[in-house]
């Protein structure tokens, strides 16, 4: 298969892990017979980039510049997935993984609402006829917060207003301990990509998680490409780094884990890739 990949990053540490990304994708081609072209550009070019056929697009950027890459790429709906269960990171006595998604639009323009509603709608119309309630800070969303806390694995999929949106996500979030893994699904009318982020600390490598990377990268492969073994070989990957114990400071919890640079637990995740190529081809 012939796809382009293309990097956009907003801050030094995302320009150092872009490079890694890179590798993963190249390993990734490799073992499994891809052609994979990979490139870095900037927000100002993705605009056009969207009307390529094939190309799929990955931002890393801190927190904060989130909204402002949503505005400036005319995103209108963002959504964050729960289902990668770190159970002891979790602020919750549970052994239940947290299972569901928060999805909400950009900001709280009625505008960008109206948008994500259509786009609900155009998406439901294959499924079913029924188009899901909205969620509002002020009507429903208490439930879902409760549903969150007992019962984490039967999250489900919450549609949210700005507001409930960003309440949900943050709360979902913290209670899973899914900081420092996690990404977000940015979708708009010219296209859609995935935000990983990844905090501005280029004088400390030890202290930032490339872990939503991966994951983020595993999710286009999946869903953007329908690669379901290459997305499962790079989360495996990534997975077994993390059943190691291997940590950058952002998510060390415990003695028993390991403090690791980014780079090593980057090096850890594209040996293995490398490993699997190699096993494929002497088979």
């Known amino acids: ?13 995302a320009e150092r892990l872009s490079a890694y990304l890179e590798q993963s994708l190249s390993e990734i081609a ?9 490139k870095n550009t900037t927000l100002e070019e993705t605009l056009l980039l969207f009307k390529e056929e094939g190309a799929y697009f990955h931002v890393l950027g ?6 402002t890459t949503a505005e400036a790429l005319r995103m209108f709906a963002q959504e964050r997935v729960f289902n990668h269960g770190v159970q002891e990171a979790s602020l919750l006595k549970s052994e239940e993984s947290f299972l569901g998604s ?3 639009p950009t900001d709280d323009k009625q505008a960008t609402l109206a948008a994500m509603t259509g786009y609900l709608q155009a998406q439901q119309k294959s499924v079913t006829s029924a188009v899901p309630k ?8 208490t439930p879902a917060l409760l549903r969150l806390m007992q019962t984490p694995s039967r999250m489900g999929e919450l549609i949210c207003d700005f507001t409930a949106g960003q309440i949900a996500r943050q709360a979902a979030t913290l209670l899973s301990g899914g900081n420092y893994y996690c990404f977000d699904t940015l979708i708009g009318n010219q296209g859609t990509l995935r935000y990983a982020h990844v905090a501005d600390r280029p004088e400390d490598p030890h202290s930032v998680s490339p872990f939503g990377m991966y994951y983020a990268l595993a999710s ?6 329908k690669l379901q073994q290459e997305a499962d070989c790079l989360r495996v990957a990534a997975d077994n780094v993390l059943s190691a114990g291997w940590r950058t400071r952002d998510c060390l919890l415990s003695e028993s884990q390991s403090l690791a640079t980014n780079d090593q637990i980057s090096d850890l995740i594209i040996e293995q890739i490398s490993l699997v190529g190699e096993l494929m081809h002497n088979r």
Not at 30 to 38: D, K, N, Q, R
Not at 134 to 141: E, I, R, S, Y
Request: charged content about 20%; proline content about 0%; glycine content about 6%.
């Open 1 to 13: 298969m012939r796809a382009r990949f293309y990097t956009i990053t907003l801050n030094r540490q």
């Open 30 to 38: 490799i073992a499994f017979g891809h052609s994979f072209l990979m």
């Open 62 to 67: 801190d927190e904060n510049s989130r909204a």
């Open 102 to 104: 928060v999805f909400s």
């Open 134 to 141: 909205t969620l509002k800070a002020d009507d429903g969303l």
């Open 220 to 225: 286009t492969l999946q869903f953007g490409l």
